[in-house]
């Protein structure tokens, strides 16, 4: 039996054992399907002003092509808790969150963060953060999961930005910590660095940051990632592939994480409002499929989230973000289970 066999099956078994919503932070498990495990849920969505620039249609119409195109079935479909205030302090300052839940957030953070502030808002991100730790449980259960949303990297301990409130990677990380000291090692391959992410785990030596960014995007002032790639404006898909080969299998091996955040941002393509960058569709299928098959062959488990993606073609946005998960499904088919 093969190493990836291996960790599908024995991860498999133990889900079945813990088939209760109480072993999960979770609202709905599907402990009977033998599919991919995917975390949605329809409060991922909330109304923005008209014209707003976030594409906050996209989370549903990602369910919806991944359920039309028969990629998955409903049977599928996990359904994450709301983060609790206790689970997201484990990342966030008490005065952030009083401010954030309490709605006292200044007009100068709101332009930060590029939202205006409202209930339906925060209730979105806890939703999120929900998923991504949900993901990141279920993965360690049966080896690979993933959400539908996710990848809000750019937010700190005290405040929010980059239309990200809550980092929902590293609440997953350090919630996947608390029982036991796992090694969490966190690829973020967003056009964007993932800033937020890098502070706060930057003296933590279970967590490893790995982020591959255009250099010259936002944000303008970087942190220190445990490893930063930093690529030219207009890389195409052989280069940045090369890129991420050059890196991820040597990362797996001398870190030798226990758990893969992978966070698929689709703003690397060519397309993207608001990437530099020149990745087609297949760029990134490939890319998606190499991060997930090199760290699972390894016996390593895996939730992705998808990042940040920005288009006013909503449509066309949601089947880019689906790529991860077809990705992810060709992996899970491919173990034979």
Known sequence: MTRIKQIFTHTRLVGVVFNSCRRFHAELVRPESSGLPIIHHDKYVCELPPSHRFPMGKFPRVLHFLLKDQVITEKQVWAPEIASKDLLSCVH???????????TVHEEEQRRTGFPWSQDLVRRCRYETGGTVLAAEVALQRGLACSTAGGTHHAFPGYGSGFCLLNDL??????????TKRKVLIVDLDVHQGDGTAFIFK????VFTFSMHCGKNFPLRKQQSDLD??????VEDKEYLATVNAHLPRLLETFRPDLVLYDAGVDPHWEDELGRLRLTDQGLYQRDLYVIKTAVSRGIPVATVIGGGYSQDLDKLALRHSIVHRAATKVWNDCEL
């Open 229 to 234: 790639v930093s690529v030219e404006d207009g």
């Open 203 to 206: 003296e933590e030596p279970h």
């Open 93 to 103: 300052s008490e005065e952030y969150l009083k401010t954030l839940l309490n709605g």
């Open 170 to 179: 590293a609440v997953a990380a350090k919630c996947s910590m608390r029982s």
